[in-house]
């Protein structure tokens, strides 16, 4: 297997939850020597110096200071957090002859998929101590749970369409009635200690795989967006030393809006780019005018059964390369200017682009770009790779296009621009 597809799947196979995926990233950059900064506390940045930090245990920043004089921002987006179940406070049930667990859905999901498969619980809990309180990752490593299905015999429609009730049909099941109170009992054991708090969301157990007859397909649970996340670390992390400063981005709750302290539409990376510039003495402003924002989050592939779901002439394909998104109504925001300048990058490359436009009847959704654009205003691309089972529980993308991502990362961060005033662009 190509060590750089190994790397990926081995990073979704430990990344269970928003907070697990956030720490693998934040024990990355400390391998790679990046420093680990506070919010709380004051920043001494010096040229030549790597530094991270993480808000909320689910999203990460990390950012490179140029030896020199800085001549811009080059800054990725993408997420962290993928549709799932969240785990209800007081979440053990009781009906009939069984246990459940109450959960209500996180984000968008395809909910038939979530069901008959074995399935566990990872996040944080809050622990009591003498001292207070101290957060730690828990992820229940074994077959826990399951959704199982109502049988055709009860009924009899199931295969003509169903409504679902997320108050009903997707609980859990845990164990028999004698069960009740046995699963806060795993948790603490696991925890080490009494839970005062816990944010835990259920997850496949099934690993990521590589299939097909010429093995060139990639499935995994949250490819949507961890295989962006983990795309853009490796192409900041390979990229050569520039005058730009390189800033990587990872948010949490973009399937739910964004709207979070550790989202995109938080104050986190124009607070982050306010205090590198106090650190270093710079004009913020003069350095957003030259900076370039690729918000990185996967789109939708031309689908083998159903082609006349997409626009015929915007279609990508798994292995095509990397997806540029357009909309016309802003909910990707690529333009013109952003389309030609990552071109040129990718061209540069050897790394090949295809384009994704929704059907014009057909509303598609929005991500990272244009919520971040709100903080911070630069010219900005949206993209991702083409794939298949968008916000099902276990995804699908071309192995050949998670190397193109990467790729493509790591030449965008190697580049500067030089944005004139009549808005031409330099690509060094």
Same mark, same amino acid.
């Given at each position: 297997? =190509?060590?750089?597809?190994? =790397? ?24 790679? +020597? ?11 940045l010096?040229? @030549? ?7 909320? @245990? ?9 030896? @020199? ?7 990725s ?45 990872? +996040? ?30 009860? =009924?009899r ?11 009903v ?9 004698d ?10 054991e696991?925890?080490g ?5 816990? /944010?835990?969301?259920?997850? !496949? ?12 397909? !990639? ?36 399937e ?10 938080? /104050? ?30 996967? +789109? ?13 002439? =915007?279609?990508?394909?798994?292995? @095509?390369?990397?997806?540029?998104k ?9 333009? +013109? ?7 040129? !990058? ?50 699908t ?14 030449a ?8 004139g ?5 330099? !690509?060094?």
């Open positions: 297997m =190509n060590e750089q597809i190994k =790397n990926l799947c081995e990073f979704l196979d430990k990344s269970h939850s928003s907070y697990h995926a956030a720490a693998n990233l934040a024990q990355v950059m400390e391998d790679a +020597g990046y420093v680990r900064l506070s919010e709380k506390e004051s920043w001494d010096l040229p @030549g110096g790597k530094y991270y930090l993480v808000r909320g @245990g689910t999203a990460l920043i990390a950012f490179r200071i140029p030896e @020199g004089e800085p001549t811009g921002f080059m800054l987006a993408s997420h962290s957090d993928r549709p799932t179940f969240k785990v209800k406070e007081n979440a053990e049930t009781v009906t009939a002859a069984y246990s459940k667990l109450l959960v209500e859905r996180y984000g968008g999901m395809i909910i038939s998929t979530w069901l008959d498969r074995p399935l566990s619980v990872a +996040g944080r809990v809050v622990v009591q101590t003498e001292e207070g309180v101290q957060i730690k990752l828990l992820d229940i490593d074994r077959d826990l749970l399951m959704i199982p299905s109502v049988a055709i015999h009860m =009924n429609t199931a295969n003509d369409g169903y409504k679902w009730n997320p108050a049909d997707t609980l859990p099941l845990l164990g028999s009635k069960a009740k109170g046995k699963f806060s009992a795993l948790l603490e696991a925890a200690g009494k839970i005062l708090g816990h /944010d835990l969301y259920l997850y !496949i157990r099934q690993k990521a795989s590589i299939w097909g007859v010429e093995e060139d397909y !990639i499935s995994s649970a949250a490819l949507d967006d961890l295989e962006c996340a983990w795309a853009c670390t490796q192409g900041f992390l390979k990229a050569p030393a520039t005058s730009a400063i390189p800033v990587l981005c990872v948010f949490d709750n973009e739910v809006g964004s709207s979070s302290a550790a989202g995109a539409a938080g /104050d986190l990376l124009e607070s982050v780019l306010v205090r590198i510039c106090e650190s270093r003495e710079l004009d913020i402003f003069r350095l957003l005018a030259n900076s370039f924002m690729v918000s990185a989050d996967n +789109g939708h592939a031309l689908h083998p059964n159903h082609p006349e779901l997409a626009d015929a002439a =915007n279609a990508p394909l798994p292995g @095509g390369g990397v997806v540029i357009f909309n016309a109504a802003q909910r990707y925001c690529t333009d +013109g200017f952003s389309a030609a300048v990552f071109r040129r !990058i990718c061209g540069k490359a050897e790394v090949p682009t295809q384009t994704y436009c929704n059907r014009a009847d057909i509303a598609g959704g929005s991500t990272l770009g244009n919520i971040s654009l709100h903080h911070v205003s630069v010219p900005t691309i949206d993209i991702g790779v083409a794939q298949l089972a968008m916000h099902s529980c276990y995804e993308g071309a192995v050949a296009d998670a190397i193109h991502l990467e790729n493509a990362l790591a965008f961060y190697g580049s500067t621009l030089e944005v005033a009549d808005g031409s662009c330099a !690509i060094l």
